[in-house]
Each structure stands twice: as C-alpha cells, then as structure tokens.
C-alpha cells in the first residue's frame, strides 16, 4: 500500500509496482539526485522485503525468540510464555529503551519498527514528528507505515548524513558503507548491490 502512496503522491501511476516511472518520478519529487535516488530506493527496497513490509513482524514462535532475543528470553519456559504474541513480545523487547516506558506501557508495540528503514522506539519517532511537522505520528504511529514510510527513511538519511555517502557516487564501496550504517553490519548486502545498480541505469 506504502508504494502506491508513494507513487500518488509523485503523480505517476499508482499500480503498486516499482519500475525506473516511479524512481524517477519520486526522485523529483523528493529533490533527490539520481546517485541519491539510486541508493535510497536500494536500501529502503531492500528492507521492506521488495517496498512489501513497512511494519515489523514479531510473530515469533519461542526457537526464534531465544535465538533473535536471546538477552530478553534467557530460558525456554520465559520464551513459550511470550511465543507468537507479537504484542506481548514488541513490549518486553523494546522497554525501557529508546525513549520507551516499562513492558506494561505499551510503548514497545506503539512504537514498534515502522516505515522504510524500520523507524523504532518512542524518542525516534518524537525527532521524527518534530523534524516532519507532524506531532500527530505520536497519537497515530502507524502514518509511518503509510503515508511517511518513505519520509521517516529520508529522515533517518539525513539524520545520520548518509547523503554524503551516496553522493560518492554507485560502486560496492559506497554501498558497503551505507549498509553497515543503516543495518549494523553487511546483510543482504549482494541484494542491496544488484538493486543499486539496476536504480542507477533508472535514474
């Protein structure tokens, strides 16, 4: 749904499909250059599953619990407990950091991973309302799911200045540089170079 609000907002034809219509088309409609262009779209594809999952999943059942949040599941018994409530698990995983309150606040479900870049936890989505002009996001968290999912993404590049890097131009070293910046280390990374260099002949 996120890329057809993307693409109604850019004026193209909101048929749900990303192809070189779309980049351009939302490349002038966010001022990006085609370096930009070509390297946001990549890593935000990449991300969302193909612009598919713009809100995080945390339907885990206890194997995966332990193995993903192993720090928050220390025993089987305390994983089976929370397994496949995504709820449940989102407000034990994320209390009492990133702004969030304690487990029974909620603020871990409320202000779970959204949007293009997975926006997550109370104080980024409050930067990111305050930066937007839109102080609603906190009541309503989920217009970062659909119609800012790719403005909390263009945010979290200007955030952490990754613009720079794109603006080294499209090669493996600057892709490497910006997904260790945006995923902490080098996953999907061949994915994230093939679709960088397939934007870049779009752009």
């Not at 980049?23 to 969302?48: D, G, I, W």
């Not at 603020?107 to 305050?130: E, I, P, V």
């Not at 970062?144 to 720079?164: H, I, P, Q, T």
Request: with cysteine; charged share 20%; proline share 3%.
């Amino acid at each position: 749904m996120s890329l057809i609000n993307l693409q109604s907002k850019c004026g193209c034809h909101a048929d749900g499909a990303f192809g070189p219509g779309t980049l351009k088309a939302a490349a002038a409609y966010y001022k990006l250059s085609p370096n930009r262009a070509a390297h946001f779209f990549a890593q935000t594809a990449h991300e969302s599953g193909g612009f598919k999952a713009f809100s995080e999943n945390l339907n885990y059942g206890a194997k995966g619990l332990r193995g993903i949040f192993g720090k928050y599941f220390p025993t089987d018994a305390l994983a089976r407990a929370y397994e496949r409530q995504p709820q449940k698990i989102a407000n034990r995983v994320y209390a009492n950091r990133m702004g969030n309150g304690p487990e029974i606040s909620g603020d871990g479900w409320k202000y779970r991973g959204r949007g293009a870049l997975q926006l997550t936890g109370r104080d980024n989505y409050q930067a990111f309302a305050n930066y937007i002009g839109r102080p609603e996001v906190m009541d309503n968290p989920d217009l970062v799911a659909g119609e800012l999912c790719f403005e909390s993404a263009l945010w979290f590049f200007d955030r952490n200045k990754l613009w720079g890097i794109c603006d080294q131009g499209v090669n493996d070293a600057t892709i490497l540089a910006l997904t260790k910046r945006i995923n902490g280390g080098t996953h999907g990374l061949d994915d994230r170079k093939l679709k960088t260099k397939k934007y870049a002949t779009w752009a």
